[in-house]
């Protein structure tokens, strides 16, 4: 088989599912970057079949020439793909325009248009928080006196909580919709704060059925962590999601995606589940999720899902996992600018939780603080039991400290 990965930058967890996809037995891999390929690790770069370099890795004309050119190169090619949200409609495009099999264009820009998406679940009766398109600061003003303060003002085709924020009044969304104005083309995206614990459902489909999920929960939520550049934060996967607790989210999931139009691949959706016990989507993305969230589930079920996602991509294939663990994330952030000068506790972490830590990239002396939610560096730990893990997360934000001057 010919398959194509496109990947504009060489981020860790896509260097991860590049080699993933080229690992694949009787798979030739083109690559399609912008990043020159002399940025891969030599023994990933090696498993390569050929490679495109573009200059503009997002831009749909660019991609389809580069897929040509490989095209021409290889053979036919099967399947062309990408991890990365960003991508996802330009992909959709170019298979359209190649007559490629995949995710279509309708689906992905339902999966990408946050506003499109809620009014697909609505029309499908599935709970979602309340929104609109402001066309202009009338109207973003209309909807906040529906709703009541806060809301959150949030990019129609956004990912990771980029670009994400909470208003608080009527002068604070005045502020920011006199600095950047809507318009009929570019409208503001407005959405009901929703209070309540935050979720991912993430999925495995085939065909538009899907045939397995995972569910973890955000401490605190990350609108929260980009409000609070200082805060660490977790992700914690819990070993016990047949609870019936979760019964609802998989009947929601499920049907989220059936209406979306998911067919093969792999989505992250995010969630709140309300005081009184509702659930409400978020959002749903059409790839793997991030925040080490695609590692998580690889530890916990003792899988590697890069190497599994990269099968379901190109021969539809995935075999269903049995989960052995609990895990969690713990992200290490300090206040400021500059650069890590101390980081302090790891001797007593190590001594207290050192056996249940399955990975970790601590803070470098010297390291720039960077702007990421992410921070400076991470833990992830893993235990058969849900609450050793949540101490041992608590644990690693609490003692833990990153000075940075």
């Not at 290490?332 to 000068?341: D, I, S």
Request: include cysteine.
């Amino acid at each position: 088989m010919n398959v194509i990965f496109v990947a504009p930058y060489f981020l860790p967890a896509t260097v991860r599912f590049i080699d993933a996809v080229a690992s694949l037995p009787g798979v030739r891999t083109g690559l399609i970057s912008q990043d020159p390929s002399g940025l891969l690790p030599v023994s990933v770069r090696a498993k390569l079949t050929a490679h495109q370099r573009i200059q503009q890795g997002l831009d749909p004309r660019q991609i389809r020439a580069a897929a040509v050119a490989l095209i021409r190169e290889l053979g036919p090619v099967t399947r062309l793909f990408g991890s990365l949200e960003d991508l996802q409609v330009a992909l959709a495009q170019v298979r359209e325009s190649l007559s490629i099999p995949g995710l279509s264009v309708e689906a992905a820009n339902y999966f990408r248009d946050k506003s499109e998406m809620k009014r697909v679940l609505r029309k499908n009766q599935l709970p979602c928080a309340q929104h609109c398109l402001a066309r202009s600061l009338e109207e973003g003003l209309a909807f906040s006196h529906q709703v009541g303060f806060p809301i959150v003002l949030k990019p129609r085709a956004g990912a990771g909580a980029r670009n994400t924020f909470k208003v608080t009044d009527t002068e604070q969304l005045k502020q920011i919709m006199r600095a950047y104005p809507p318009s009929a083309y570019e409208p503001t995206m407005l959405e009901e704060f929703v209070r309540g614990e935050e979720h991912s459902f993430d999925a495995i489909s085939i065909r538009g059925q899907m045939v397995w999920h995972s569910i973890t929960r955000y401490y605190p939520t990350p609108l929260e962590v980009l409000e609070n550049p200082w805060i660490q934060w977790c992700v914690l996967l819990p070993s016990d999601i047949d609870h019936a607790r979760f019964d609802k989210i998989r009947d929601v999931g499920r049907r989220s995606l059936q209406a979306l139009g998911m067919g093969t691949g792999m989505s992250h959706m995010e969630w709140f589940r309300r005081a009184d016990g509702d659930v409400a989507v978020s959002e749903v993305a059409a790839r793997p999720p991030g925040a080490q969230i695609t590692t998580l589930h690889s530890v916990a079920h003792d899988i590697d899902l890069f190497k599994a996602w990269a099968q379901l991509m190109v021969r539809e294939t995935f075999d269903i996992p049995l989960q052995k663990y609990s895990a969690g994330v713990a992200f290490l952030r300090g206040m400021g600018t500059g650069r890590v000068k101390e980081v302090l506790g790891i001797e007593q972490i190590q001594k207290e939780i050192g056996s249940l830590v399955i990975e970790a990239k601590l803070p470098q002396i010297g390291q720039s603080a960077g702007s990421g939610y992410e921070g400076q560096g991470y833990v992830i730990v893993r235990h058969p039991d849900t609450e050793v893990v949540k101490q041992a997360l608590k644990k690693l934000i609490s003692q833990i400290r990153i000075v940075i001057s």
